[in-house]
């Protein structure tokens, strides 16, 4: 039998649709992980059906037991339901590489001309679409997450939890430990031989964040010359490989890792440029992690930014690699169900907290109030696309700023 050496018609068909897909998603998805959650799930759950909606709320619920960039990681993961290993790869990649090149065209800018252009009127804009867009994906995502009133009080527990100051991770954790408590409860109940496993989770996976909506303001036009040259590529790329490897919790979890990490310890970056990269980050599409991209080329120029990128994202792809397969068997066993469970009505009110947070700073006045409630009504009585209504968001924040 000869070795296939290339995939298959259909194989490629899907490589191509999941390319087309993530590349749109990776130029026009802003507003942070709860944002780009949300289109995803509009995406391939409403318009492409490559997933049921309970399958995509177990691998959301995977990406928060696993370090690295939350939205990223459920790409890949939903590269590799619909395409198996190439599909994770390119999922992945597609996600990535427009904010990348978008992150380093900045970063030219930023070297070159000391400043960066304006993003006030696009954030004024894009921000009240995004409120709309992750709140009618809440909506869909509450029907099949919440499917019992436990569920559901549990769901408002972990929001109450931590809109008080509760972190990610011990929301998450409290959320299937209750989960899994409840269900050893009832097993018992019904049938006093039963008993639960719920150690048998802590090896594939220990608990982890959400990341929280990136809600930027304008960037700073702090003026940069070249920096630090003498930094080397290697201890560049194993720096970002330490922080994707082993970051929980929130994007202020992140600007504290690279604070101590590239500012107190190395003197790489001062506080300035830090907090100009992070911004940067949060206000282009796709990923928040393309910061590490801004970083690399202030620090070693284009080679920079391709070293910092591949460092902070490559974990994301092995943690994926090595989860992905146990998700469709973590349903056949009821404890690791309960835990799936408890974790996606937790994830889903995380996500709730995080957006009405940026509610507050979003919206601000009139127009953005009539933009958030028009984008929700296109959104939930019409087909049409969420990326459309960003890119159209951009463009009137735009008119409105400058008019």
Excluded at 223 to 244: E, N
Aim: proline fraction near 5%; hydrophobic fraction near 60%; charged fraction near 10%.
């Amino acid at each position: 039998m000869a070795e296939r050496t290339s995939p298959a018609p259909g194989e490629r068909t899907r490589l191509g649709e999941i390319a087309a897909l993530f590349l749109r998603l990776g130029a026009t998805a802003f507003g942070g992980p709860a944002a780009h959650i949300a289109m995803m799930e509009d995406e391939v759950v409403t318009r492409r059906s490559w997933l049921s909606r309970q399958q995509f709320l177990d691998l959301l619920g995977a990406t928060n037991l696993i370090p690295g960039p939350n939205s990223t990681e459920l790409a890949i993961h939903i590269g590799h339901a619909r395409a198996g290993w190439p599909g994770l790869v390119v999922a992945g990649a597609c996600f990535i590489l427009p904010a990348t090149f978008i992150v380093t065209g900045l970063a030219w800018v930023y070297v070159r001309f000391g400043r960066l252009p304006e993003v006030a009127g696009i954030l004024y804009g894009v921000e009240p679409v995004v409120i709309a867009v992750v709140v009618q994906a809440l909506w869909r995502l509450a029907r099949s997450a919440l499917r019992s009133a436990w569920l559901a009080l549990l769901a408002l527990g972990a929001a109450l939890a931590n809109a008080l100051g509760m972190g990610e991770i011990a929301v998450l954790a409290a959320a299937a430990a209750l989960a899994v408590a409840t269900r050893a409860g009832v097993a018992r109940w019904k049938k006093p031989s039963a008993s639960g496993a719920a150690a048998a989770l802590a090896g594939p996976f220990a608990a982890r964040r959400v990341a929280a909506l990136g809600a930027g303001g304008a960037v700073s036009g702090a003026g940069v010359a070249a920096t630090s040259a003498a930094v080397g590529l290697w201890p560049l790329f194993a720096f970002f490989v330490k922080v994707g490897s082993v970051l929980f919790g929130s994007g202020y979890v992140l600007l504290a890792f690279l604070r101590s990490g590239l500012v107190a310890e190395r003197g790489w970056l001062s506080e300035a440029q830090l907090l100009d990269a992070v911004a940067v980050g949060q206000v282009t599409p796709g990923p928040v992690f393309t910061t590490a991209t801004f970083i690399g080329y202030l620090l070693a120029g284009g080679a920079g930014a391709a070293v910092a990128t591949a460092g902070i994202f490559l974990p994301a792809f092995f943690f994926v690699a090595a989860s992905g397969p146990l998700v469709p068997r973590l349903r056949h066993s009821p404890t690791a169900a309960a835990v799936l469970d408890g974790v996606n009505a937790a994830s889903l009110a995380l996500m709730l907290v995080v957006t009405l947070r940026l509610a507050r700073s979003a919206l601000v006045d009139a127009p953005t109030l009539a933009l958030a409630v028009v984008s929700a009504l296109l959104l939930l009585r019409t087909r049409v696309n969420s990326a459309w209504l960003v890119l159209a968001g951009a463009a009137t924040g735009l008119v409105l700023k400058t008019a």
